[in-house]
């Protein structure tokens, strides 16, 4: 099944909940399309986007002035895609660019219960009162909903919450994440080798809120599934 629901309804500048200082992901195209990471100054529905220009290695990258762009956002549990052609650059003595609005955009839902099969450490903590960090635990699958929680030892009962904290890069912002989140166990089993000796335990967990950096993390996990 597809990770993504899309829509093609007409969506505005203003419907995509944009903010000042968020990472903007910009695809030059051509025979050999480049893929750079900027941040969104501002913009005024239906006449333009400003955007800081990219810089690669300290220098701003040598764009011009016609070039058509590709754009994506990701706001919320939304991925939005669209086209934008580069209408001014003012590269003194702030490297900014001044670009069209888009004439259509395309949205993209991130579903929360697609599940993805994986292997990410995680620090985990089993409750506000017990501060010390328990060790060896991974998420062996992910969704934006929960998760498979396995290390060497029960966390607790189901109804009882823990704590996580993981660290992962995400490709869609080309940024080294830290997440801190809660979770509830909905299940504990324990794990047996062919003696019957049991070697750790799986834990069933949900989420308490649905974080939107897991949605793109699950998102990039699936993509070398599909080619």
Not at 109 to 116: A, D, Y
Not at 153 to 174: C, I, K, P, R
Request: hydrophobic residues 35%; charged residues 20%.
């Amino acid at each position: 099944m597809p990770s993504q629901a899309k829509t093609a309804s007409p969506l505005r500048l203003n419907d995509m909940d944009l903010r000042i200082g968020q990472t903007v992901q910009v695809i030059t195209q051509g025979p050999q399309p480049r893929k750079y990471y900027t941040q969104l100054i501002g913009y005024v529905e239906r006449e333009f986007i400003m955007l800081r220009t990219p810089q690669e290695k300290g220098w701003a990258v040598p764009l011009s002035e016609g070039a058509l762009l590709d754009v994506r956002v990701f706001s919320g549990v939304f991925l939005y895609e669209f086209q934008i052609r580069v209408q001014t650059l003012l590269l003194h003595p702030r490297n900014f660019m001044l670009l069209s609005c888009p004439s259509s955009v395309q949205q993209t839902r991130f579903r929360s219960h697609e599940r993805v099969k994986c292997a990410l450490p995680v620090q985990v903590t089993r409750s506000q009162e017990d501060q010390g960090a328990c060790a060896g635990f991974e998420f062996h699958d992910l969704s934006g909903s929960g998760a498979a929680l396995v290390g060497p030892q029960s966390l607790g009962e189901a109804g009882q919450q823990v704590q996580l904290q993981m660290d992962f890069n995400l490709a869609a912002t080309g940024t080294r994440e830290r997440l801190d989140m809660m979770a509830d166990i909905q299940s504990v089993q324990p794990l047996l080798n062919a003696q019957g000796q049991t070697t750790g335990y799986h834990h069933g967990i949900r989420f308490a809120d649905i974080e939107p950096r897991i949605l793109l993390l699950v998102n990039e996990l699936q993509r070398p599934r599909s080619h």
